[in-house]
């Protein structure tokens, strides 16, 4: 079973950067969707960027994409989430998952119910 662990969350001031790592246990190959989810107290879990491993095809939330960006290092089997410009609003816990794929990541990108593996997720906390 793969795994697949997160890092790089920490508490940053509004404005800053950072860059999210999700790394897995072993090389998962490139008919992948990688996801990045979110889930702040209170609220719903939501997808905010996904990647195709495939043709590097990325997938962002329309509120999200001109702030975050996702890419992958794949002889690291890493999967990055750069966010910029951090908002009050995106603290929240930030998991990472994968799922198996011939045909890319799709318009279901964000349907959690679609990815099998997952992180434990790292913590974002924004600051004013």
């Known amino acids: 079973q793969v795994q697949l662990v997160e890092s790089g969350g920490g508490s940053v001031q509004a404005g800053g950067s950072l860059r999210l790592s999700c790394v897995a246990s072993?090389?998962?190959?490139?008919?992948?969707?990688w996801g990045w989810f979110r889930q702040a107290p209170g609220k719903q879990r939501e997808g905010v960027a996904a990647?195709?491993?495939?043709?590097?095809?990325?997938y962002y939330s329309d509120s999200l994409k001109d702030r975050f960006t996702i890419s992958q290092d794949n002889g690291k089997k890493t999967i990055y989430l750069q966010i910029d410009s951090l908002r009050l609003e995106d603290s929240a816990m930030y998991y990472c998952?994968?799922?198996?794929?011939?045909?890319?990541?799709?318009?279901?990108?964000?349907?959690?119910?679609?990815?099998?593996?997952w992180g434990l997720g790292t913590q974002v906390t924004v600051a004013s």
């Open positions: 990647l195709y491993t495939g043709d590097d095809t990325p």
């Open positions: 998952a994968a799922r198996w794929s011939t045909i890319g990541c799709t318009t279901s990108w964000h349907d959690e119910s679609r990815f099998d593996t």
């Open positions: 072993e090389y998962i190959g490139p008919k992948h969707c």
